[in-house]
């Protein structure tokens, strides 16, 4: 941290000129704001300017690393092995995280996942976790160290000790309209995950209609800067590409998620989620040690799938954080919602386009999600999608069954579903998953 006093208005007027920060300088700003000496209007101002001119690489590391020091970051050297973790930008219907951590931590690769709640059309992955009865992810840094080290995995929500001037940082952009910058994003993310004391890390980056970035171009530029943070940090930092013009796999909303995940891990999962799982995992258990290459470790993902193995590392996590493991292994003794309902196709055809931001949207409706942060959530409530892009369908057939445990909320949801398929008549391609991955030596197309 430096020393030297900056005057702040001075620190905006260069931003807003479409100068860039030193390092120093921006150390100064965030060091001050976390300490109160900086207010929330002047740190508006900065955001805004750096939002519309934008931030060098010097300047997102910079960022990145006076976000992660204001907090405390964690030393998991006496856990044995390169710690790996992955993180998503954010989809509907990603439960990916459910999935791969378990396969990994099978491997004796330490994952541990500090995760966030949902808020608008996409899902958290802390809210999936906590529709598992009792399952809890609040806990203290010296408990989340003791499940890591006994699991080889932990799955736990932010605590107040991690990277506090993002939190703040993060609200402020959420009210400023400055969330959807890319240095600003990268910041985010990274500062969050490097002070979980990761050595590697694989990242999941979206595009599409349900995705934060709604471009591939976009989407790639974020993955970028991501791996470019990551390797200035020293940590090896993998990203990939992945489609989210549709939702990903069948089921959307909190317990629906979690039964599609256990699917999964008991090798039933629908290809297009376990293709995505597959990758991520295999790159993680490579980055991990445990094999030579990506190839070896999808082929190890794949086995743990068939032989067990993650699904048992699943059930001993939720044990170990209090979760009920006996609605895992029988979906039926699962409180279920109340109200069910059919969205069916008004003609025949062709699925040609699913909008996940609507598919998203009706789940939020029916209980699913939050419009504010103060919203609870009905864990039972989601959508189950009969259909997928490319899929044939006739006219009067089910496209999609919401459910909800309050009645009065569907009809704002069929309202959304409205406008989430298109049907042509002639056929649609299925879409391809994974376009590219991006890491220290440039992007590569898959």
């Known amino acids: 941290m430096s020393t030297k006093g900056y005057n702040i208005v001075s620190l905006i007027r260069k931003k807003r000129d479409g100068n860039s920060l030193t ?170 995950k490097l002070a979980e004391g990761i050595d590697a890390l694989v990242l999941d980056v979206k595009f599409g209609s349900g995705a934060f970035m709604k471009t591939h171009e976009d989407a790639q530029k974020l993955a970028e800067t991501l791996v470019a943070i990551g390797e200035d940090f020293g940590k090896e930092t993998v990203a990939y590409l992945t489609n989210m013009n549709q939702p990903l796999g069948y089921k959307v909303g909190n317990w629906l998620e979690v039964e599609e995940s256990m699917e999964g891990l008991q090798g039933n999962g629908p290809d297009e989620v376990m293709e995505v799982t597959h990758m991520l995992a295999g790159t993680m258990i490579m980055l991990g040690g445990k094999a030579d290459t990506v190839e070896e470790g999808i082929g190890m993902s794949h086995k743990a799938v068939q032989n067990g193995q993650a699904f048992d590392k699943w059930l001993e996590l939720t044990e170990e954080q209090g979760g009920d493991t006996s609605v895992l292994k029988d979906f039926s003794t699962y409180d279920h919602a109340e109200h069910s309902f059919e969205f069916t196709a008004r003609e025949s055809g062709y699925v040609s386009e699913i909008d996940a931001y609507s598919i998203g949207m009706a789940s939020l409706e029916l209980g699913a999600g939050r419009k504010k942060k103060e919203d609870d959530i009905d864990p039972a409530a989601g959508i189950a999608l ?38 042509r008549e002639q056929a649609t391609d299925k879409l391809t998953m994974i376009t590219h991955r991006v890491d220290k030596d440039g992007v590569h197309e898959l």
Do not use: W
């Open 23 to 192: 390092r120093d300088e921006i150390s100064y700003l965030i060091d001050e704001y976390t300490k109160d000496e900086v207010p929330d209007y002047q740190m508006s101002a900065f955001l805004m300017a750096s939002f519309l001119n934008g931030m060098d690489e010097d300047e997102a590391s910079a960022l990145t690393h006076s976000m992660l020091h204001s907090g405390r970051v964690l030393d998991l050297s006496d856990i044995p092995g390169k710690k790996v973790d992955k993180h998503s930008t954010g989809g509907v219907g990603d439960k990916l995280s459910l999935i791969l951590a378990p396969i990994v931590a099978s491997y004796g690769v330490p994952v541990p996942m500090i995760s966030g709640r949902g808020l608008g059309h996409t899902g958290g992955t802390l809210d999936k976790m906590e529709s598992i009865p009792g399952f809890t992810v609040d806990m203290t840094l010296e408990q989340y160290q003791q499940i890591l080290a006994k699991c080889n995995m932990v799955m736990a929500g932010q605590t107040e000790e991690v990277a506090p001037a993002d939190k703040r940082l993060y609200s402020l952009r959420d009210v400023t309209a400055t969330v959807e910058s890319i240095p600003l994003i990268a910041g985010s993310i990274m500062s969050k």
């Open 386 to 423: 009969k259909k997928k892009i490319g899929d044939s369908v006739k006219k009067g057939e089910t496209l999609a069954v919401g459910y909800t445990n309050n009645k009065q909320l569907t009809d704002t949801a069929i309202d959304e579903l409205k406008n989430a398929f298109s049907i």
